[in-house]
Nanobody
Framework: QVQLVESGGGLVQPGGSLRLSCVAS????????MSWYRQAPGKERELVAV????????NYADSVKGRFTISRDNAKNTLYLQMNSLKPEDTAVYYC?????????????WGQGTQVTVSS
């Protein structure tokens, strides 16, 4: 079955960096567009970034543009999110998921996510 296992979250000070990873199994990773979403307490889940199946195209939410970078290693079935210049408003649980090329439509079940907390 499809499995998505996110990791790399933690507690970081404002201005710091984290790198999230998502290891995928149970489907042909290299043929699927992938997205990162996040959900902050009391808020709806929101799209953060999307990458096409080959990695040739990426797109970001305005709130993270210029600070976050999405990438993938199809040989390792792994999706990444490099997060720099973190802000308290980036605090959320981060999830990876298969998606449309725009990231707006997502497919399958959510994993457990990884908690990112930005605080001094």
């Amino acid at each position: 079955q499809v499995q998505l296992v996110e990791s790399g979250g933690g507690l970081v000070q404002p201005g710091g960096s984290l790198r999230l990873s998502c290891v995928a199994s149970g489907f042909t990773f290299r043929l699927n567009h992938m997205s990162w979403y996040r959900q902050a307490p009391g808020k709806e889940r929101e799209l953060v970034a999307v990458i096409t199946s080959t990695g040739g195209s990426t797109n970001y939410a305005d709130s993270v543009k210029g600070r976050f970078t999405i990438s993938r290693d199809n040989a390792k079935n792994t999706l990444y999110l490099q997060m720099n210049s973190l802000k308290p408003e980036d605090t959320a649980v981060y999830y990876c998921i298969r998606s449309s090329s725009s990231g707006v439509i997502h497919f399958g079940s959510w994993g457990q996510g990884t908690q990112v907390t930005v605080s001094s």
